[in-house]
């Protein structure tokens, strides 16, 4: 069974930092394509971004393409996504899943999901 957990979350001002991290354990080679999505109160859930198990491949959404960056240390299974120039809008909880497709593209992400961490940017 594949656990995610993530953390990081937090309140933080207009144009501050935050990095969260979603550790994975359990089947973690067989679900290595990794997603960070949000959903914030009364809206659909985003998509923000994801790489890809094959090849380490990185997509964005258009609303955070240039301030988030995704990565990942396999040593440690975890995946990172470095949020900079926050804004109000960037608000929401922030939950990482995994799928078994080996390219972003293809992703379903149907089974694992993280629990959730919460995004409050305000001043």
């Known amino acids: 069974q594949l656990q995610l957990v993530e953390s990081g979350g937090g309140l933080v001002q207009p144009g501050g930092s935050l990095r969260l991290s979603c550790a994975a354990s359990?089947?973690?080679?067989?679900?290595?394509?990794i997603g960070w999505f949000r959903q914030a109160p009364g809206k659909e859930r985003e998509r923000v971004s994801c790489?890809?198990?094959?090849?380490?491949?990185?997509s964005y959404a258009d609303s955070v393409k240039g301030r988030f960056t995704i990565s990942r240390d396999n040593a440690k299974n975890t995946v990172y996504l470095q949020m900079d120039s926050l804004k109000p809008e960037d608000t929401a909880v922030y939950y990482c899943?995994?799928?078994?497709?080996?390219?972003?593209?293809?992703?379903?992400?149907?089974?694992?999901w993280g629990q959730g961490t919460q995004v409050i940017v305000s001043s």
């Open positions: 359990g089947f973690t080679k067989d679900y290595s394509t």
């Open positions: 790489i890809s198990s094959s090849d380490d491949s990185t």
């Open positions: 899943a995994a799928a078994g497709e080996p390219l972003c593209v293809l992703a379903r992400f149907l089974g694992y």
